[in-house]
Antibody
């Protein structure tokens, strides 16, 4: 069974940094692109970033480009999201999700349970 | 950038058919995926590639896509179908972005 478990969320001050992790199991991790999707309280889903299976292609939403960095360690079956220069509007539950293909993040199945990032002073 | 437009809400009585639309410029040329999200839970893929269902999803869920509109159809609606539904595409243009619709709240009367 495919399982995704996010960690690393928490309360951080504006301008601060966090690194989110997503531990994957139950599938050949390097054979699939992975993605981060966030959801602000009471709002809809917002795609954040994605990375190809080998890690050689990355994609970012315009709202986070230059502040967020996605990466993966295929030897550890783990996906990461480094988030810097945090703003109040980055407050959200961050989900990791497995894509359907190896290169592009076409569709997402399954999703992790999410980790909450709260940006506040 | 590519935009997907969904109605904020749809209401339907139990046993009836719910149709949730997702509008986008020439969306018929793209593969559309649909997710169901219940309160406090992560999203679940219910339809992919316009009309295919992942294993474990009831055949009451179906999808279609043509022209500028994709549609998720839920037949014989049950109380347990009440949830938020999101459409999603991969925009392979120069932006190379994932795009989600704004979401539709399905209310079972």
């Amino acid at each position: 069974e495919v399982h995704l478990l996010e960690s690393g969320g928490g309360l951080v001050q504006p301008g601060g940094s966090l690194r989110l992790s997503c531990a994957a199991s139950g599938f050949t991790f390097s054979s699939y692109a992975m993605s981060w999707v966030r959801q602000a309280p009471g709002k809809g889903l917002e795609w954040v970033s994605a990375i190809s299976g080998r890690g050689d292609s990355t994609y970012y939403a315009d709202s986070v480009k230059g502040r967020f960095t996605i990466s993966r360690d295929n030897s550890k079956n783990t996906l990461y999201l480094q988030i810097n220069s945090l703003r109040a509007e980055d407050t959200a539950v961050y989900y990791c999700a497995k894509a359907g293909g190896v290169v592009v993040p076409d569709r997402f199945d399954p999703w992790g349970q999410g980790t909450l990032v709260t940006v506040s002073s | 950038s590519y935009v997907l437009t969904q109605p904020p809400s749809v209401s339907v009585a139990p046993g009836q058919t719910a149709r949730i639309t997702c509008g986008g410029n020439n969306i018929g040329s793209k593969s559309v995926h649909w997710y169901q999200q219940k309160p406090g839970q992560a999203p679940v893929l219910v339809v992919y590639d316009d009309s295919d269902r992942p294993s474990g999803i009831p055949d009451r869920f179906s999808g279609s896509n043509s022209g500028n509109t994709a549609t998720l159809t839920i037949s014989r609606v049950e109380a347990g179908d009440e949830a938020d539904y999101y459409c999603q595409v991969w925009d392979s243009s120069s932006d190379r972005h994932v795009v989600f619709g704004g979401g539709t709240k399905l209310t079972v009367l």
